[in-house]
């Protein structure tokens, strides 16, 4: 019984991500020019593995669990993976604040972009990179409630990768484009948690 739900909000998490991405994606995907492309190879190849694993373990669950035998030799408690679906339902709700407020400011790469808007709303008052926040919660979940260890662990290394490599360049580029207030922000926020006490 519990597995049938599992499932279901597996289905269902993955629908709403999907979503969200598309949408956001679909906004900006006829803004070819004006952009430049700073995306280092590392952090590229990085998220490709991540998203890669993620499609073919999360089919595997969602068509013919138990086909990949090796990823179930760790069996997750029932609350785990409870706390699994509790992590997927914040990080899609981040996700999709984060996209809300960012709007066609967004873009899934590196990139310069002519009219670029600088954003501190919703969840970006607190912290500077919300997207990575909702996803590396997405991986977390997506893995606990599949009761996966290759999905809890393989994605989430590799997107961990990505963040670490991407995120140095990324804030050089923002400080790049609107210098001190920027970097003002930067002060008052952190990069992936909250920054207490910092808020003006």
């Not at 969200?20 to 995306?39: A, C, P, T, W």
Request: aromatic share 14%.
């Amino acid at each position: 019984m519990f597995e049938f739900i599992f499932r279901i909000l597996f289905v269902l998490s993955f629908i709403a991500m999907l979503t969200i991405r598309i949408y956001s994606q679909s906004k900006v995907l006829r803004e070819r020019r004006g952009m430049d492309f700073r995306e280092g190879p590392v952090s590229l190849a990085a998220g490709c593995i991540a998203a890669l694993v993620t499609i073919v373990f999360g089919a595997e669950y969602i068509i013919a669990p138990g086909f990949f035998g090796f990823a179930y030799v760790l069996p997750y408690p029932i609350g785990l993976r409870w706390f699994g679906a509790v992590l997927l339902a914040g990080g899609i709700t981040l996700l999709a604040s984060a996209h809300a407020h960012l709007g066609r400011s967004f873009h899934s790469l590196v990139v310069a972009k002519e009219d670029h808007v600088f954003v501190e709303s919703g969840p970006y008052r607190w912290i500077r990179h919300p997207i990575y926040v909702a996803y590396m919660m997405n991986y977390v979940g997506g893995g606990l409630l599949a009761g996966n260890w290759v999905l809890t662990f393989v994605p989430v290394i590799m997107f961990a990768v990505l963040v670490a490599t991407r995120l140095g360049g990324e804030e050089q580029l923002l400080i790049d484009e609107f210098g001190d207030r920027y970097i003002d922000y930067m002060r008052r926020t952190g990069r992936l948690i909250p920054r207490i006490g910092k808020r003006n």
